[in-house]
């Protein structure tokens, strides 16, 4: 899966809306000048109906401008969280046991966001920002150079004052939106972990390192808010300070008679109209920056080398390991091991705990690259062997709780290709012990069970999983001290299955 990373997705509705962005533009150009027409000339039915046609005009696309340009930005960050969800998935698991769930869930949704932020908000207002500012300088220079001269020497001066801020405005929020990551990964995992959180007591605990980052945050938003407060009344004294000097100059010139009061109010009109654009070209720069900084870091995440799922299908025969060591990091975890397993068998490790059990299970599902040695499948190594139809031999049952949020059914029958009947699922769960209960529930099979399967007892839950592998027909079932939770009356009853 390709994440599409470029930061500006040309297609149609975004063309579309640039058009009428620019459109607007125009009209935002002449509406100062029919108004110039209408205070210096005669009051006539024409000139009003231009002013009104033009505002009319304005109206119609600039709401286009802004429905088109929104939905093209919807539509890029729906792509875009959808393809990196997609590449995620493809991560290693090494990838996800360095990352913190809740960090990454809250980069793919937020760090798009600030990506359509770009789309829509920075660039178009540039590119509008830079059209209306070079065509109202072009009107103001043919209406009167002495004061468009005025004017091109005091704008840049408001822009010089309020672009820092806005820079420093653009560090505050990136600052914030990592603070939000790493609390939203705080929240969820206290949440997730409630049990534990309260049988430590330890909610005073997680209640203090949730303040100190939310204290941090806070101070981080107040010191933005303080720059921002800045911006505005810093703008509006420059912008009245300009008012002033065209004023004071500009009424010489009228008292002279070589500038009219009509031109005189439309380069006012002018002048505020030229605000917005003008501080939006300055803080394109800050928008740009903090949409890369975004980029770079979900290219980052795609960064690692996903797991590679081609290769040839998996012929049926003895699952063989030879030579086999092993380690995560440094320390050696297996060492020189070498077992087979017949095809078609339960393959039940049990052992003492940290000895590997579970990292047996984890190189015969390819979690991880064996470090030295081979896995093979009917003499043929692993590595040649395309991952979904080697995955699709085992089926796994821990002593974790491997289920989801949602019904019975719904974790039963997790990635099969074809949907079971309820039938079939009874027969499953019949295997596993669980038939009875799960009809005396009063929702049956759709019954919810809760945030990894909060609401089932531990041998139910792993009854559930058992199964789940069963339902999978796999060629090799493989438990990793997966009756661990379970009683001995139907511990015994699953060994003989
Ligand atoms: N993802 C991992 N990263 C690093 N070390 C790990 C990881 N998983 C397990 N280990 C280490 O590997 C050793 C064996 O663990 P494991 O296979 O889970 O043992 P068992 O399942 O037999 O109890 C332990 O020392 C453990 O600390
Ligand atoms: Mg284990």
Redesign the pocket.
Known sequence: MQVNFKLLHFNKAIISGLFFSILTSLVTILLPLSLKTLIDGSMNLTSILTIVGLFFLQMIFALLAQFLIAVAGEKQVTTLRKQLHQRLLTNPISFF?NEKSGELASHVLHDSDVLRSFLTHYFPEFVTGLITLTGSLIVLFLLDWRLALFMTVLLPLLMILITPLSRISGKFAQKIQNLLGDLTSIVSENFQQIRLIKSTCAEEQVQKRFDQKINLLYRTSQKNAFVEAFTTPLAMMMLFGMVVIIFAYGGVRVAEGSLTVGTLISFLIYLFQLLNPVSNIASFFSGKAKAEGALNYLKELTAVTPENPTGDKASSGELALSHLSFS??Q?I?LDDISMTFPQGKKIA?V??????????V?LLERFYPLSTGTLTLNKKDSRLIALKDWREKFALVSQDNQLLAGTIAENLQLGLPVPASDDQLFAALKVAYLEKEVKALPDGLQTIIGENGVKLSGGQKQRLQLARAYLRKPEFLIL??ATANLDSDSEQYIQKV
């Open positions: 046991d995560y990091d320390e975890i490790l052992g003492p705990s940290g000895a590997g059990k579970s990292t047996i984890h990793d001290e």
